[in-house]
């Protein structure tokens, strides 16, 4: 049985008003998750965008590490892919 979450559920639990700070970290950990275990990063991305609208929070630096950790381990493996010979 699979541990995800749906995109759906994770934004209504961000609506919900008053949370803590410790929520809003819970929230940037399942985030966190969503990113890196999505098939489709674009999708991921996507929803770090709306993370953002809905919270109307400025984007906390755990989410900026995310995005920088995200594209390192995307360069990581195109990287890897090009020098096992794959056409460019």
Do not use: W
């Not at 639990?13 to 410790?22: A, E, K, M």
């Not at 991921?44 to 594209?71: C, H, W």
Request: net charge positive.
């Amino acid at each position: 049985m699979s541990n995800y979450i749906s995109t759906s559920h994770f934004l209504r639990y961000l609506q919900v008003s008053n949370r803590t700070d410790g929520e809003i970290l819970r929230m940037c950990n399942i985030l966190k998750m969503l990113i890196e275990d999505s098939p489709r990063p674009k999708k991921g991305i996507a929803l770090l965008v709306e993370f953002r609208r809905i919270s109307g929070l400025p984007m906390p630096i755990v989410l900026e590490g995310m995005i920088t950790k995200y594209n390192t381990a995307r360069s990581q493996r195109i990287h890897d892919y090009l020098s096992r010979g794959a056409p460019a």
